[in-house]
């Protein structure tokens, strides 16, 4: 096991450099520059040149590859071409937002549709699994900007219990999880519909297995049946769909970051984006790069977990 | 979710004696050196931190309003050449990390303006071509021009706008050129307090301003690029102030809430289609009369909404402009266009285009400028005339548009007088590509180069201001451009908010934020 996550591990290197490769090049070949993003339309173009030479644009490709290669290899992130600010410390910060959003989603997606999963498929055909089975489809079928609206429009607005904006006040937690109270649920109703339908199909594959109705035979409630016998046999799948999920909930996260203007990563990529800030951008696209792969390792390792016969080959 | 219904309990809002919390569509600021900002909330910063030698008061635009600021009088001499500040005593500069407040004195401003001079420091260099300027003594300042320079063109350089402002020496040298686009020290009513990248920065009130100690005790500012959010925060109560849309659809729905208001105000920016005259078929002027005939103001004012917008007939608006033409001037002389299909047809046949004519048009994808043109781009259809949108990210738009890439450029900007309007957008050295300072004439037009001279030399306002209408007139006749309309400012206010001032124009796309605005409880 430890073998496997070291190795797996090592891979994230390349994997990160092949990211960081490809993203510098494709915003070299893209039109417009930092420096015309910051001095605006109203610079005179002898003073953009002047501001490009500055940040070192002006020389060529290859050396500030070399460079910004040297520094991502000494954990030197650089510094924001727009703000000037080192784009480590923009990470640091705005990396535990947009986990803690990944994180919660997912913890409410599970929550509620597990056990929502579950009761659609015991009592198939029944009113509650048409209920149910709607509830999900209307959580797959809905953008989760229109939800975040319309969540805010009720619970910030009509029934003002929750903020609307921004990230909370910085060591408030209690602040911090009010704010993050909307946008988690935004992400964590639509991660609840995934769940909800991958548990009521594998829960209903499981229910007809020869296992469970052995099981029923002995006498045994059909209570312990479903929790005990049928519910572990139904893990492999979720664990796949939650790794899927994370990645799609990190993705996710930059438009719901823009809707409730959270200081999380998202927010940061979009700007670096309209400022052409390449140096924060590289970096945050690798980072990005890193969580997805971290996140499919771990549920690789998760797979041994919940089923044994796949760690045993 | 106890955990939440706690923090609920706990975050009850204290409304009084607060900061100040506006938030504007950005992702994050440029910079916080006022020579090198240049985005409207770059201004706006600038505006709160940093004084100039002169001002137009807040709620103003016009040049001709100027009053002292930093400086309590000056003096014209050598036939406009010579220009004599006296400044005010005691005006104290911010104090910075272990550094006390000082007071401001000549030194600064001559390094203030020797730094907006230099390329190198300052995206205004370009306007201070053959400035000099040196200290007289502790309070006093010389600025001497290689060329006489009227008062209108002066001012407007050494007032509270792009190169005008003055920062603090002593800061500046201290902080370094990095240090200081993060950590601004100025003389005005707020100082720099913190700046998270990407998210917000905050001020706090400077108590030894000049003109008095400000009534909020700070203001925050949030970068929220989505005018949603920014809607729901106002009616929330999170917000105070915030940057709005331009459709009057969003103004009429904000207004409809409880508890806030929404101010347009003027300027705003001039949206204006510049033609490529160097590329077939737009060279022949036939063609681009066609384009004006075949275009309705109106109907493009009418989709934004009547008091948002309003149609622009002139290279640049009288109304706000000394040497700008009104309407009813070019109406009088018969420039206006007005919308006529059939003419516009036959104008394109005449050129020899029957059939009708395609441009490639490179645009940006921001919805305040491609909404009128797509709106454009359907009533020029009516004539034959086909523009290919191409839509990209703003950027690209920029860098294109600069490479020649887009026959007919639609652009939406603000100057702040007569001679930066047309010297940028039609003097020949403004080139985008054979220009001696390549700038923004996209149209390649040379028309008007002897009448921009001439007006830049004259001192005499009144002639200037005629030079200025005659250069108008000939652009309208030569049409390398055609002005669309005027968009307006909107933002969001609560109620509670006041400003302690009338607010009729800003030159820039902000409220400003005085020492005189105050929360009410």
Redesign the interface.
């Known amino acids: 096991m430890l073998e496997l996550i070291i190795r797996r591990t090592l891979n994230v290197i390349p994997i990160c450099l092949v990211v960081f490769t490809i993203v510098f090049c494709l915003m070299r070949i893209?039109?417009?520059?930092p420096a015309?993003?910051?001095?605006?339309?109203?610079?005179?173009?002898?003073?953009?040149q002047?501001?490009r030479q500055?940040m070192g644009l002006d020389r060529p490709l290859w050396s500030q590859y070399l460079d910004s290669l040297r520094g991502l290899l000494h954990g030197d992130l650089g510094r924001?071409l727009?703000?000037?600010?080192p784009v480590s410390?923009?990470i640091a910060?705005?990396l535990p937002e947009t986990l803690a959003l990944a994180a919660s989603s997912l913890a409410i997606g599970l929550l509620l549709g597990v056990p929502l999963g579950i009761v659609t498929a015991v009592r198939r055909g029944r009113p509650v699994d048409h209920a149910g089975r709607l509830f999900s489809l209307s959580g797959l079928s809905i953008p989760s900007f229109v939800l975040g609206?319309l969540l805010?429009?009720l619970f910030?607005?009509d029934v003002?219990?929750?903020?609307?904006?921004?990230?909370g006040r910085s060591g408030d937690l209690?602040?911090q999880?009010?704010h993050l109270?909307l946008p988690s649920l935004t992400l964590g109703l639509i991660m609840m519909a995934y769940v909800t339908r991958v548990m009521r199909t594998s829960m209903l594959n499981v229910l007809q297995e020869d296992y469970i109705r052995t099981a029923r035979s002995k006498g045994i409630g059909e209570l312990r049946v479903v929790l005990r016998h049928a519910l572990p046999n139904c893990l492999v799948p979720l664990v796949s769909l939650c790794a899927i999920n994370v990645i799609v909930l990190i993705s996710s996260s930059v438009m719901v970051e823009?809707?409730?203007?959270r200081?999380g990563l998202g927010?940061?990529l979009?700007?670096?984006?309209?400022?052409?800030d390449y140096v924060s951008l590289q970096s945050v696209l690798v980072v990005y790069a890193g969580i997805v792969i971290l996140v499919n390792m771990t549920a690789d390792l998760l797979y041994g977990v919940v089923n044994p016969r796949i760690r045993s080959r | 979710m106890a955990c939440l219904l706690v923090a609920v309990t706990l975050s009850t809002a204290q409304a009084a004696d607060r900061a100040l919390r506006m938030a504007y569509d950005i992702g994050d600021i440029a910079t916080l050196d006022p020579h090198r900002g240049s985005s409207h909330v770059d201004r706006a910063i600038a505006d709160m931190l940093f004084n100039g030698l002169v001002r137009v008061p807040p709620g103003q635009a016009n040049i001709s309003t100027v009053e002292p600021d930093l400086a309590e009088s000056w003096e014209v001499g050598d036939g406009g050449k010579r220009w004599v500040f006296h400044l005010r005593h005691g005006v104290m500069f911010h104090p910075w990390k272990d550094h006390p407040a000082y007071e401001m004195t000549a030194d600064d401003v001559v390094f203030s303006l020797e730094k907006a001079m230099d390329p190198k420091t300052s995206a205004y260099a370009s306007e201070y071509d053959g400035f000099t300027v040196k200290a007289l003594d502790r309070y006093t300042v010389e600025i001497d021009t290689a060329q006489p320079v009227s008062e209108t063109l002066f001012l407007a350089k050494v007032m509270n706008y792009a190169g005008g402002f003055i920062v603090s020496k002593k800061a500046y040298e201290d902080l370094g050129p990095d240090g200081f686009r993060l950590h601004p020290v100025g003389t005005g009513p707020f100082m720099f307090k913190d700046y998270v990248p990407k998210e917000r920065i905050s001020f706090v009130a400077n108590e030894r301003y000049f003109r008095g100690k400000p009534k909020l005790p700070g203001v925050e500012l949030l970068f929220m690029p989505d005018v949603s959010a920014r809607g729901i925060g106002l009616r929330t109560g999170e917000l105070d102030l915030i940057q709005g849309s331009s459709e009057e659809s969003w103004v009429k729905l904000m207004r409809s809430y409880p508890g806030i208001s929404v101010k347009v105000f003027g300027p705003g920016s001039a949206s204006i289609l510049f033609l490529n005259t160097k590329s077939k078929p737009l060279d022949d002027i036939r063609v681009r009369q066609a384009i004006a005939y075949a275009l309705s103001r109106q109907a493009v004012v009418a989709a934004i909404g009547a008091e948002t917008a309003t149609p622009l007939y002139a290279p640049f608006p009288g109304e706000y402009l000394p040497g700008g033409l009104t309407t009813e001037e070019v109406r009088a002389k018969g420039l206006d266009y007005p919308t006529d299909i059939a003419k516009a047809k036959a104008l394109l046949a005449e050129a020899g285009y029957p059939d009708g004519i395609s441009l490639d048009v490179v645009h940006t994808e921001l919805a305040v400028m491609l909404r009128p043109m797509e709106n454009i781009q359907a009533q020029l259809r009516k004539a034959g005339i086909n523009l290919n949108l191409k839509v990209v990210d703003h950027p690209t738009f920029h860098s294109l548009i600069r490479k020649d890439a887009s026959q007919i450029v639609h652009y939406m900007a603000w100057r702040p007088n007569a001679d930066v309007f047309l010297t940028r957008f039609y003097d020949s050295s403004s080139d985008i590509t054979a220009g001696s300072k390549p700038d923004t004439n996209f149209s390649h037009y040379s028309g008007v180069d002897g009448l921009i001279a001439e007006a830049k030399a004259t001192t005499d306002a009144r002639k200037q201001a005629e030079l200025w209408k005659r250069a108008s007139v000939q652009i309208l006749e030569d049409l390398p451009a055609i002005p669309v309309f005027q968009g307006r400012v909107a933002m969001g206010v609560r109620d509670t908010v006041d400003l302690g001032y009338d607010l009729d124009a800003n030159l820039a796309f902000f409220i400003p934020i005085t020492e005189t605005v105050y929360l009410s409880d």
């Open positions: 893209a039109p417009g520059d015309t993003a910051m001095l605006g339309d109203y610079a005179s173009a002898e003073a953009v002047s501001l500055e924001s727009s703000s000037g600010a410390d923009q910060s705005a609206i805010m429009l910030a607005i003002p219990i929750f903020p609307a904006i921004g990230g209690s602040d999880l009010l109270a823009i809707i409730f203007s200081p927010r940061l979009i700007s670096a984006m309209r400022q052409r």
